[in-house]
């Protein structure tokens, strides 16, 4: 077998590793993007710039900062603006679980 494909398959077997929770996260780097056009994203979930940061927990300021270039999304929101373009319907479960969670602790109270 060839180097490239001795590498190909170590690099596959690492990535379900990865994919299984089996690997330790000190040996691979995440990559996260430099930029994101938040635009594309909003639109491509059919939203208006409203309807997105109400949707998400942004500020309607935030997303229009984002997309008129005044503000750049940093780290933490970049990660979660690319899990929206991918996953949008897991990170609304997350919230409107917090929600649900927040909503029993006033009762609880």
Known sequence: MTRLGKRLIKAAEEAIAIARGEADPSTYRVHVPASIDVRAVRRRLHMTQAEFATSFSFSLATVKDW????????????????????????????LSAGLLSATKMKTIK
Do not use: S
């Not at 750049?72 to 479960?93: C, N």
């Open 67 to 94: 997309e008129q270039d005044r503000r750049t999304p940093q780290g933490p929101e970049r990660v979660l603006l690319m899990i929206i373009d991918r996953e949008p319907e897991a990170v609304q479960r997350v």
